[in-house]
Structures are given as C-alpha cells and as structure tokens.
C-alpha cells in the first residue's frame, strides 16, 4: 500500500521506525522485535539507512520481510550520501522488485572526510525518486529547525521546496515540546502547505539516550523532562517508567490536537513502544482526525 492512501482514513496514522542491527549483529536479532511490533497493527514501519553505523543493504532486505512475511506497509529510508544516479537506480530496482512501495527520502549525515555524490540536498533525491520509480515518498522536517539551517524561516523555505519536488509526506524530527511543534505547524499550514504531518516521538530511557540525541538534533530539552531525569537518573527502571509516561502524555495531546500521526523511534524496544500503544489504544480511536 502507498502511504498517502493510508492518510485518507478518517484516523491519525500510528507509524514505528526500527533499524538494521550494526554490521557486528546477525540480521535475524531485528525479526523477533518485528515479531512483537506486529501485533500492535502499526499502519506502517520505517527502517532506516545507514543510520548508527547500520549495514546499507539490509535496508530493502528488512523492508521486503515487512510487506511479504508480515504484511505491514514498509517505509524503506534512503539517503544522498555516496549516491550516483546509477546506484539509486538500482536501489529503486531492488525495492520495486520486493514490491517496497515507499521511501523516505534524506540527505543523511556524512561521515568525516567523505563527500556527497551526485545529490546534495534531500530534495535533489526527491525528485529523482519521482522521476524514476512509481513510489510514494516522505520525507523529514524539523519543527525546531535542522541543526545546520540557520534560520526557522529559512529551513522552512527548503522544506516548501522539498514539498514542491513531489512530497507525499513528512516525518518530523523527535521533540520534547508539544508547543514548539505547534507553532511551526501553523507556520508551515500558512504557508498553504497540506503535506500531511507525522509527529516523531521518542520515549527517553535514560540520561545518556537524551544527551545524544540532542546533541544530534538539537531538540528542546523542557523543564517537566530536566526534572524527571535529575530525580529518576539513578534508577534506570524508574526513568523508563517516566520517559513511557511523558511520550504517552506528549502524544495524548498531540492526538487531542488533530495531528496526522505519530511516528515513535521504538529504538528496537518493541516492550516500550507495547506500553505506549497500550496506554494510548482507547484514546486513538476516539479521535477523529481533524486536519490541523
Ligand atoms: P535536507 O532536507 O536536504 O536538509 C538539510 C539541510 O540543508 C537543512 O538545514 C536545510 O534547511 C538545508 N537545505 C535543504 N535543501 C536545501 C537547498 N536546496 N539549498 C540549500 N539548503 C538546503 N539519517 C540517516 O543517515 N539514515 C536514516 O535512516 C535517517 N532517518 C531519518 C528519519 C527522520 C524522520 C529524520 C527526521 C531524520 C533522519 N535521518 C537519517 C537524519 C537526516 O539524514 C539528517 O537530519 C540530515 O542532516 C538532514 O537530512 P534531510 O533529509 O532533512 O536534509
């Protein structure tokens, strides 16, 4: 299925992102945690692209035991990095060939000392993905502002054209702040864009987890979430607990506000992304979207 089509339900979309196991893993340990997100009926997963030192071609391998063994919509990440036309050609073959139907489209981070191929913004793949294949495609958005943009407005503008070269979708970066997220919304909707919009959740599970995240990304970091991890850091357990509790909190009001979806970086642990559907499951359906 393509996922614009699943955006036409009169529901917000519940969307999980898994990643390959690092070269060092055998790629069998991602099965049993798809195992377990399965029956949790995500409308779709992502699978990310050599993200975290992960291996690049257990990408489409892991996107085509989704749609074939499991039946639920993949969503394969793509990045720029290292990329000619004639690899993504190919890569576009492979995906097409498993009967893959989406791809996230990214500029990736590069590594030090390597440059970017023959595309350099995640617009440039954009367009290439929809000049070349018959996929939907998403792509990422950052309600705080990509860390190298450097401004709001002007990361919007870039994000405008993004949309412009063939957009289905976006996928926001994680973030702490359910306002700042509104408020970049309603700039992004005045600007007449009706992208759908998923919002990205990660529950935080320890003080270090936070860290690098937003060193990364450079996310907002609330007070509520600075006082959970002083009072809770010692105890990893209780720190879980309270990092399920905020992300269930954060998407009860994201739901309340008539957000397209939510999309939660389960990091692999399928246990915490059970917790957070468990506690959300009356509550999903009750809304009806109401596009904001
Ligand atoms: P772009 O949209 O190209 O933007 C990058 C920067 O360039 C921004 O500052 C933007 O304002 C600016 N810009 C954009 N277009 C132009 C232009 N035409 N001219 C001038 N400036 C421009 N990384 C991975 O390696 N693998 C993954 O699987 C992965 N998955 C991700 C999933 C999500 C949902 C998100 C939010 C991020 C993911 N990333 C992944 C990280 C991503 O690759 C980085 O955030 C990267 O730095 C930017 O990627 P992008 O596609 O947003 O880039």
């Avoid at 993504?88 to 060939?97: N, P, S, T």
């Amino acid at each position: 299925m393509k996922i614009s089509e699943i955006f036409e339900k009169n529901k917000p979309v519940i969307s999980f992102e898994i990643f390959p196991p690092k070269q060092t893993t055998s790629i069998d340990s991602i099965y049993s945690t798809i195992d377990a997100l399965a029956p949790l009926s995500p409308d779709f997963i992502s699978v990310t692209y050599g993200a975290g030192g992960s291996t690049r071609g257990n990408t489409v391998q892991i996107a085509s035991v989704l749609k074939n063994k499991y039946n639920i919509t993949p969503l394969a990440h793509l990045t720029c990095v290292d990329g000619t036309k004639e690899s993504m050609a190919q890569i576009l073959q492979e995906l097409a060939d498993e009967g893959v139907e989406n791809i996230l489209a990214l500029r990736g981070d590069l590594p030090e000392g390597a440059s970017l191929g023959e595309f350099h913004y995640a617009n440039d793949l954009v367009s290439y993905i929809k000049e070349n294949g018959n996929f939907d495609v998403a792509a990422a958005c950052y309600p705080e502002k990509h860390i190298e943009a450097l401004t709001l407005d002007d990361d919007i503008t870039h994000l405008k054209h993004k949309i412009e070269c063939g957009t289905d979708v976006l996928i926001s970066q994680l973030f702490f702040d359910n306002e700042a997220f509104y408020k970049w919304r309603d700039q992004v909707r005045s600007l007449g864009i009706q992208t759908p919009i998923v919002a990205g959740i990660m529950p935080i599970t320890s003080a270090k987890q936070l860290e690098r995240m937003v060193t990364l990304c450079g996310a907002s970091i609330p007070s509520t979430i600075q006082g959970l991890v002083k009072a809770y850091n010692h105890n990893a357990q209780a720190l879980k607990e309270a990092g399920i509790a905020y992300a269930t909190m954060q998407i009860i009001d994201l739901l309340a506000s008539g957000v397209d979806g939510i999309h939660l970086y389960t990091m692999n642990q399928a246990d915490i992304a059970k917790r957070i559907m468990e506690n959300i499951r009356g509550i999903n359906y009750a809304v009806k979207t109401k596009r904001a």
